[in-house]
């Protein structure tokens, strides 16, 4: 049974990864910071920030790789001048796919059933995981949404990833 559900959540949270990194690709430029309170960098920033916490699986000692830093768990978040470029997360996005696959490998049932708490609450390891699998498409599909507004087109949705 652990090895089916390692399974079913490696490859569909995979996939959530591989919407996010598709919308970030597909963004053109004057899109990617159109002077909006949340733009499309923001957008991956933020799912990217806080798929790295959820997988450290706790504000304390979590420390998000340079350039970025824990401004995001202020209630206004960040808003870098210049904004945080494709480059940048998508190096992000690498870190965050290797560290969310290492992850699902290492789980055991122990894990699964820890406690995490949050600002918002409390959830099991597994919990997490699925919590966090659906935050990074929320995020991915409102890039999808801007996408199709603005210029009419928006990544394929990806069925199944490894």
């Known amino acids: 049974m652990e090895t089916l559900i390692k399974n079913a959540v490696r490859s ?3 996939s959530a990864i591989d919407m ?3 919308a970030i690709n597909a963004c053109p430029d004057d899109v990617w910071d159109d002077g909006t309170r949340r ?9 990217l920030f806080w798929l790295d916490l959820y ?3 706790s504000v304390k000692g979590f ?3 340079a350039p970025f830093n824990l401004d995001e768990l202020l209630p206004d978040g960040p808003r870098p001048d210049p904004p945080v470029t494709k480059d940048q997360l998508l190096d992000y996005l690498r870190q965050c796919r290797k560290k969310c696959r290492t ?8 894990k699964m059933r820890a406690t995490h708490r949050f600002g918002w609450g409390e959830a099991t390891g597994l919990e997490l995981l699925l919590y966090n699998m659906r935050h990074v498409q929320h995020h991915a599909a409102q890039m999808h949404l801007i996408l199709r507004q603005t210029t009419d087109s928006a990544p ?7």
């Open 103 to 110: 992850a699902i490998e290492e789980l055991t049932e122990a």
């Open 20 to 22: 996010l990194e598709n």
């Open 12 to 14: 569909q949270f995979a």
């Open 63 to 65: 420390v998000p790789p």
């Open 156 to 162: 394929v949705w990806v069925t199944q990833s490894q």
């Open 55 to 57: 997988l450290f699986g």
């Open 39 to 47: 733009p499309c960098w923001y957008n991956a920033y933020h799912a």
